[in-house]
């Protein structure tokens, strides 16, 4: 079973600038997460989709950030403009049920100059 | 804030011996998932336990649940370099999202 694919793998980037982010979850797992990781810390939720639909993006900084899942399968991370405190590895996750075990892509490490 | 601790924040043992991190959350929940992390890499599920459950293993790990407490424990008996990772815990509440301790940086000492 392949895991959670997620694409770049790195991105540098001068603020002000637009990235963006792809994930493609692993096959019939209905929901699909995305995460902020800051140096040090736990990762933080950022938005969460169940299949096409958004269920909780309360943590999202709507100004700048934003996340589609289209058609319930891949999903795209945008920022735009970037800030320096962007900097951080995105995790994508998905999961067959919601609430259960998180299954975790690579991560993209962004950093912004 | 939905968010516990875990403790300690690094650890440093030498192989060989046994590693116990702690969690401690504040609200109620549906199960409590520990994770690892090696460096640069992605989050990699190690066991779930759910509110009804006290104690689970799997292999060399084994963790606890105190509901009564809000705290659960992740012990790794007879470590390894290889066990060098940052350990997190995640909650659950009820099908809502997950949330993340700082997590527990584990180094273990040839």
């Known amino acids: 079973e392949a895991g959670v694919a997620q694409s770049p793998r790195y991105k540098i980037i001068e603020k002000r600038q637009s990235v963006a982010f792809w994930c493609n979850p692993i096959s019939g797992h209905a929901t699909l997460y995305w995460y902020q990781q800051i140096l040090g810390q736990g990762p933080k939720l950022l938005i969460q989709?169940?299949?096409?639909?958004?269920?909780?993006d309360s943590q999202l900084p709507k100004d700048r950030f934003s996340a589609e899942r289209l058609k319930g399968v891949d999903s795209t991370l945008k920022i735009q403009p970037a800030k320096l405190e962007d900097s951080a590895v995105y995790l994508c996750?998905?999961?067959?049920?919601?609430?259960?075990?998180?299954?975790f892509g690579p991560g993209t490490r962004l950093l912004v100059l | 804030s939905q968010q516990g601790e875990e403790d300690p924040q690094a650890l440093s043992i030498q192989e060989g011996e046994n590693a116990t991190m702690n969690c401690s959350y504040k609200?109620?929940?549906?199960?409590l998932q520990w994770y690892r992390q090696n460096s640069g890499r992605g989050l990699v599920h190690l066991i779930l336990i759910r509110s009804n459950e006290r104690e689970k293993h799997s292999g060399r790990l084994r963790v606890t649940l105190d509901t009564s407490k809000k705290s659960s424990s992740l012990l790794i008996t007879a470590s390894r370099a290889a066990d060098t990772a940052s350990y997190f815990c995640?909650?659950?509440?009820?099908?809502?999202?997950?949330?993340f301790g700082p997590g527990t940086r584990l180094s273990v000492l040839p």
């Open positions: 609200t109620s929940i549906n199960n």
């Open positions: 989709f169940q299949n096409n639909g958004v269920v909780d």
């Open positions: 996750a998905s999961n067959p049920i919601l609430g259960e075990t998180q299954y």
């Open positions: 995640a909650r659950n509440n009820y099908g809502q999202n997950f949330v």
